[in-house]
Every structure is written in structure tokens, then in C-alpha cells.
């Protein structure tokens, strides 16, 4: 299970770890495109077919949807130091400059800005109650 976040930083060829913790659950391939909320999100290839397959099945008329999330796909590559390469369309996309957060969503990861996740961190702190309020157990 993808949880918890990290600290990480990109460098300047637009590289950025991927946690140990996560790794295996990732695989040496796996797919990113842009996500929610400006960050990028990352999926098991097995979870980007489940993924994908659903966005295909909207209508026509949710275009949009499909060029927001297929339009915006990369295949990534983990190096031999635990690394990919975000495409610099993705990087601008979410902000992505030098202190980035990598953060686990159970099925797939998500990508952030420090300064962004922080924000959404404190809006979170904010709205809490009604959060919670949308879970059943």
C-alpha cells in the first residue's frame, strides 16, 4: 500500500526519487500524467489499465477529461539510484522546481510542490470536519 509522504528534491535534468517504500509496489516502469489539484500522479502500470480503461468509456462530451488525463500520460523509468525523469511539460504543469513532495495515495502516488502541498495540507487542517464527514466505515 502506497502511504505516507516524503521529502525529496528535483534536480536539474527534471530527476526526483521515488521512496524505497514504494518502489516495489510502482515497478521499474510505471506511468505519470497530470493529476488533481496541480500535482502529478503516478500509477502502477497495472492501475494506469484499470485507470485508463474507465476514462475511455466516458462520452464524448468529456473530451476534456480524456485530454486532461491521457493527453498528459508519460511511461517513466526508475534508474539504477531509485530515480525518474518528469517531463518537463508535467514539471511546469504542477510547479515542480526544486523541493518536491511524494506522496502516497494507497493505489498510486502523487507529486507535489513543497509550497503547494503545504497549502493544500492547511486547507485540509481547515476543512476537516466536512472531510471526514464523507467517510463511511
Not at 508535467?90 to 493505489?107: H, I, Y
Not at 509550497?115 to 476537516?128: F, G
Request: negative net charge.
Amino acid at each position: 500500500m502506497l502511504i505516507g509522504h516524503y521529502n525529496h528534491t528535483l534536480d536539474q535534468k527534471g530527476r526526483v526519487s521515488v521512496p524505497a517504500k514504494y518502489r516495489e509496489e510502482m515497478g521499474a516502469c510505471f506511468v505519470v500524467s497530470k493529476g488533481y489539484g496541480n500535482c502529478v500522479s503516478g500509477y502502477p502500470l497495472d492501475r494506469w489499465d484499470a485507470w485508463r480503461e474507465s476514462v475511455e468509456k466516458l462520452p464524448v462530451s468529456k473530451s476534456r477529461v480524456k485530454r486532461f488525463f491521457l493527453g498528459s500520460a508519460f511511461e517513466v523509468e526508475v534508474d539504477k539510484q531509485g530515480r525518474i525523469i518528469l517531463p518537463a511539460d508535467l514539471r511546469e504543469f504542477a510547479g515542480l522546481e526544486t523541493d518536491v513532495v511524494v506522496a502516497g495515495m494507497s493505489d498510486h502516488i502523487e507529486i507535489w510542490s513543497r509550497d503547494k502541498w503545504l497549502d493544500e495540507e492547511r486547507r485540509d487542517d481547515e476543512d476537516i470536519e466536512e472531510l471526514l464527514g464523507s467517510i463511511e466505515i
